[in-house]
């Protein structure tokens, strides 16, 4: 990417827990929020997952790529590490761009999220106690 890719933008360091992958990715995100959507809580484990979006030419594996375990298809999938099962990306967008699961960011990017969605499903138990802007599904759908 440094070679390739000519922007000012930082590079931003992200890996799994036991650090088999690795990638690099521009912080030049174009949006970042918290998806309460019933996948994203499965993959992650957690009440929600934050992610930040940009093109997918934008993240570059440095290491493990033999390790990532895809789930999906070409085009569109979630990319976790093989050994640890962290969840590092999802391609979206009909493979142009890719979700960054924000907690895999070894480097403080500069966006931060800026809406809760699906919160239509978001786990009974979570409630949410920041004053973001919740959507049923996705922006616009209030």
Known sequence: MTGSYNSNARILAGECYCRAVRFEVAD????????????????????????????????????GEDQRMIFGDDTTHDAHCARCGSLLYSRV???????????????????????????????????????LPQYRGHIGVV
């Open 28 to 63: 030049a995100f174009s949006y970042a929020m918290n998806c309460h959507c019933s996948n994203c809580r499965r993959t992650t484990g957690a009440a929600f997952k934050p992610f930040a979006g940009i093109a997918q030419d934008k993240l570059r594996i440095v290491r």
């Open 93 to 131: 967008r009909e493979g142009q761009w890719v979700h960054v699961a924000m907690g895999t960011l070894v480097d403080a990017p500069s966006i931060r999220p800026s809406a809760h969605i699906f919160v239509g499903s978001k786990a009974p138990w979570h409630e949410i106690t920041d004053n």
